[in-house]
């Protein structure tokens, strides 16, 4: 994604709520209000989340993956389609690895289930609209387990011109992958968190990627997962 992040000074994330249930609609609005952010719109389906988000500038969009008529990665597609920078966190009741696939593939920068706190929520927000990728404990590692299952048995091989990681690089890229912050990857590799932020910078520039979902999303389509480092 290449849109504008969200700048904290200039006030409070940008929410677009996006399920066809109305009574879980209003509590989410009423969870993510209450922390501060700037709910802007809702909407029942995703062809009208689509319709909002053009004459709505939104920075996230907390969207349930089973909508009505345009549904699930298509309307992740669209809306991305629609507002390039726009960040999506699916808030869904299914943790169904197939969905939590399609999802990260069409562009989704987190995934939490709708059994997860009102606290888990509003972190998970505040975490995709800085740029984290969010899942919700356990989704990461079944994903990225699939991937690199997917690529073995593919027996893709690296190209000549690929961009070459070091080790600590690829060992961070695992960990970004996994949802962990700068700090926590930092804490779990005894690093600063001005090194980590280094090796991120370094492999974005390598990778020619923008911010870290992209990274995860370059690291589950290479099947990198999150092995013991």
């Known amino acids: 994604m290449s849109g504008a992040q969200p700048d904290a000074a200039a006030g409070p994330a940008r929410v677009l709520v996006v399920d066809d249930h109305p009574i879980w609609r209003d509590a989410v609005v009423r969870d993510l209000a209450a922390a501060g952010f700037d709910v802007r719109a809702t909407a029942g389906d995703g062809e009208q989340a689509v319709r909002i988000l053009a004459g709505v500038p939104c920075d996230i969009a907390v969207l349930d993956l089973h909508l009505p008529g345009l549904s699930g990665p298509a309307a992740i597609k669209a809306l991305l389609s629609a507002c390039p920078g ?3 966190l699916v808030l869904s009741a299914s943790g169904e690895q197939q969905d939590v696939l399609d999802a990260v593939k ?23 609209a800085a740029g984290d990728a969010v899942f919700t404990p356990g989704l990461a590692a079944l994903v990225l387990g699939e991937y690199r299952r997917l690529a073995e048995r593919s027996g893709e091989q690296e190209g000549a011109d690929t961009p070459r990681l070091t080790e600590r690089e690829t060992q961070v890229l695992r960990l970004v992958a996994t949802g962990l912050t700068y700090r926590q990857i930092a804490e ?5 968190h001005r090194t980590v932020q280094n090796h991120v ?12 979902v992209e990274l995860v999303r370059y690291a589950l389509d290479n099947g990198l997962g999150d092995e013991d480092d």
């Open 201 to 212: 910078q370094n492999t974005l520039a390598k990778l020619q990627l923008h911010n870290r």
């Open 106 to 128: 069409a562009g989704a920068g987190g995934y939490l289930l709708k059994s997860a706190s009102s606290a888990e929520l509003v972190d998970a927000a505040r975490r995709t």
């Open 86 to 88: 726009l960040r999506i």
């Open 188 to 192: 779990r590799l005894v690093l600063s």
